[in-house]
T-cell receptor, first 114, second 116 residues
Framework: EAQVTQNPRYLITVTGKKLTVTCSQN?????MSWYRQDPGLGLRQIYY???????DKGDVPEGYKVSRKEKRNFPLILESPSPNQTSLYFC?????????????FGPGTRLTVL | DQQVKQNSPSLSVQEGRISILNCDYT??????FLWYKKYPAEGPTFLIS?????DKNEDGRFTVFLNKSAKHLSLHIVPSQPGDSAVYFC???????????????FGAGTQVVVTP
């Protein structure tokens, strides 16, 4: 089954404790992205990756890191989480086909930073 | 500054009637537009899209209209069904024109409730 998986689905942590949210896709997609969803703001892109070892900042990259060592995986790293990073996070992947850019989303990770 | 705006946070409609969701954008470089549907505790799922070379795209009960001069698009759901109750996000991309693939701009979403 074609899918994007994220782990963990739920995470409660404390300020300053490094964490990683994993993302994996089995569709051989070139593009992968991380978004956060906050009330009234919709989904905002954190980082995206065009291919292995190629990443770029989205609209809200501060406080986050990413890496793309393999095509299928795109982990999101919070080296020193703060309460304002409490949010719902989504990973997505897509492939380039003509003029389209349809992204497929994972189920989400709800993060609470105390 | 949000480049994609959905000004109606919620919409209530009776089963069988038409749901109309609106979306406005400010960036004239956007050339591809999408609608996503999201249920609680799930990720957004792709619903329908439209390229800037078209002004209408239809898929079953869902039709998206694009008015480039007004920088406005809308999603029509006819007839509305209880299973359509969800949050709908409008999204836009400038992928083809700017080669900025992988960058989507989303609106804030509209919560649709379809009542029996």
């Amino acid at each position: 089954e074609a899918q994007v998986t994220q782990n963990p689905r739920y995470l409660i942590t404390v300020t300053g404790k490094k964490l990683t949210v994993t993302c994996s896709q089995n569709m051989n997609h070139e593009y992968m992205s991380w978004y956060r969803q906050d009330p009234g703001l919709g989904l905002r892109q954190i980082y995206y990756s065009m291919n292995v070892e190629v990443t770029d900042k989205g609209d809200v990259p501060e406080g986050y890191k990413v890496s793309r060592k393999e095509k299928r995986n795109f982990p999101l790293i919070l080296e020193s989480p703060s309460p304002n990073q409490t949010s719902l996070y989504f990973c997505a992947s897509s492939f380039r086909q003509g003029g389209t850019d349809t992204q497929y989303f994972g189920p989400g990770t709800r993060l609470t930073v105390l | 500054d949000q480049q994609v705006k959905q000004n109606s946070p919620s919409l209530s409609v009776q089963e069988g009637r038409i749901s109309i969701l609106n979306c406005d954008y400010t960036n004239s470089m956007f050339d591809y537009f999408l609608w996503y549907k999201k249920y609680p505790a799930e990720g957004p799922t792709f619903l329908i899209s439209i390229s800037s070379i078209k002004d209408k795209n239809e898929d079953g009960r869902f039709t998206v209209f694009l008015n480039k001069s007004a920088k406005h698009l809308s999603l029509h759901i006819v007839p509305s069904q209880p299973g359509d109750s969800a949050v709908y996000f409008c999204a836009a991309s400038a992928a083809y024109r700017t080669d900025s693939w992988g960058k989507l701009q989303f609106g804030a979403g509209t919560q649709v409730v379809v009542t029996p």
